[in-house]
């Protein structure tokens, strides 16, 4: 394992379909308002700043998750969050970018 798949920025492409495959749920971390303005349909938003508050709900959902926002960096945060609390996750970075990996 490299720095890269550490940080949550490996081979997304693979990874992304792997996720895909088993019923993940994708969770948008940027703000309410951020994704008011475009995001992946059927995705759900917790915004980062709350993400340790939501934990036990996401944990209900049961399955595992591809997190996201603008640009990667606030998604590999909240990647690192999940995984610490048990949660199989992986970064999708970018909003926009994988959603052209879907």
Known sequence: MGILDMLGFGN??????????????????????????????????????????????????????????RSGMRSAQATSILKQNGIECINGGGWTSLQNKL
């Open 12 to 69: 997304k492409a693979s990874d992304v379909s792997e996720f895909v495959a088993k019923g993940a749920i994708i969770l948008d971390v940027r703000t309410a308002g951020e994704f008011a303005e475009g995001h992946i349909e059927g995705s759900k938003n917790i915004a980062l700043q709350v993400l340790n508050g939501k934990i036990s709900e996401i944990k209900k959902w049961n399955k595992p998750i591809i997190a996201c926002c």
